[in-house]
């Protein structure tokens, strides 16, 4: 009789233990599913409309800014196709070093400092004979911001040995575009090993530049936000001029495009900030989280990608 009711029991617990590991089994598979639908509906929201996610990082203010872009030289020394700098349709015109000096501190007095990065470019900045002094003004003010000095390399082998010290001096990063020129870059990077300089091509150096159009609207009657949310300049960066702040290049340089063209797009005192009414960092991030008048003009969503060097001057390489 113990014997029966012993053996009863351990079956008991041989039959329980296999219906929990069934259970377990089970919640496993349950849980991983869930995972898997969570993953999936991620990915889904994420590719839906150019991804959503994305556009609600376009509308929401950071923390503080990513990138300060500045024109050394507005003009360049290549003559690229639909550059959103309009730089090949830019007369010789340089930043005054003097009034950079005081935009720059007024700057860091706003932002106490911190900023990502500052991207010195034109144009083509080394057409500014002055450019390594720009090196020494972004330092004084910003001592932990990264400094890109933005160029197509042409200019770079002229250099003497003044500009190679600026830039292991204020720890400027060299960032070339590998454009379908005629450049020495073995001579460059050794210049940049013998000065210690970090050199960082912007695409594969093994691979020559290629662009997207910047398609303008010249009716401007595009939906300002639907351009903007897509807009990979959005949110990402400012353009600082003369006291003036732009939220992307098209409409600190759009002048250039409308004297060529003699065309009006344009720019109303509600596309760009100006440093002497600024207030607070807020003012800024703020600003640069939301579409502006201007966006109108734009028609980001009809870009195509072009070879990039064109001797043509035409509005056609514009327009839609």
Same mark, same amino acid.
């Given at each position: 009789m113990k014997i029966?009711?012993?053996?009863?029991?351990?079956?008991?617990?041989?039959?329980n233990r296999r219906q929990h590991e069934k259970m377990e089994e089970k919640i496993n598979y349950l849980e991983n599913k869930i995972l898997n639908l969570e993953s999936e509906k991620i990915s889904l929201i994420n590719n839906m409309g150019g991804?959503?996610?994305?556009?609600?990082?376009?509308?929401?203010?950071r923390p503080f800014l990513h990138g300060i872009s500045v024109h050394l030289a507005e003009h360049c020394n290549l003559n690229c196709f639909s550059c959103d700098n309009f730089s090949q349709l830019a007369k010789e015109g340089y930043y005054k070093i003097e009034d950079f000096d005081s935009d720059m501190q007024k700057l860091s007095d706003i932002t106490n400092g911190i900023v990502e990065q500052f991207y010195l470019v034109g144009g083509e900045p080394l057409l500014n004979k002055n450019c390594k002094d720009y090196f020494y003004v972004v330092r004084k003010y910003f001592k932990k911001s990264s400094i890109w000095l933005i160029t197509n390399g042409i200019l770079l082998p002229k250099q003497d040995n003044a500009f190679w010290r600026a830039c292991c001096d204020?720890?400027?990063?060299?960032?070339?575009?590998?454009?379908?020129?005629?450049v020495d870059w073995e001579y460059i990077?050794?210049?940049?090993?013998?000065?210690?300089?970090?050199?960082?091509?912007?695409?594969?150096?093994?691979v020559e530049k290629t662009s997207f159009k910047t398609a303008l609207n010249l009716k401007g009657d595009s939906d300002p936000f639907d351009n903007f949310v897509i807009c990979h300049r959005a949110n990402c960066r400012i353009q #600082?001029?003369?006291? %003036?702040?732009? /939220?992307c290049p098209v409409v600190a340089n759009v002048k250039y495009f409308n004297e060529y063209f003699n065309q009006n797009l344009e720019v109303s005192r509600f596309d760009y900030l100006k440093l002497s009414d600024i207030k607070h960092y807020n003012d #800024?991030?703020?600003? %640069?989280?939301? /579409?502006?008048?201007?966006?109108?003009?734009?028609?980001?969503s009809k870009m195509d990608t072009r070879p990039w060097l064109r001797s043509k001057k035409s509005i056609d390489e514009y327009i839609i």
């Open positions: 029966s009711v012993i053996k009863r029991w351990i079956l008991s617990l041989v039959k991804g959503i996610l994305n556009k609600v990082k376009k509308v929401t203010p204020n720890e400027v990063t060299i960032r070339p575009t590998k454009y379908p020129i005629k990077k050794q210049k940049c090993k013998d000065y210690n300089i970090e050199l960082s091509f912007f695409n594969d150096e093994n #600082i001029n003369n006291g %003036i702040i732009y /939220p #800024i991030l703020s600003f %640069i989280s939301k /579409p502006v008048p201007f966006c109108r003009y734009c028609a980001i």
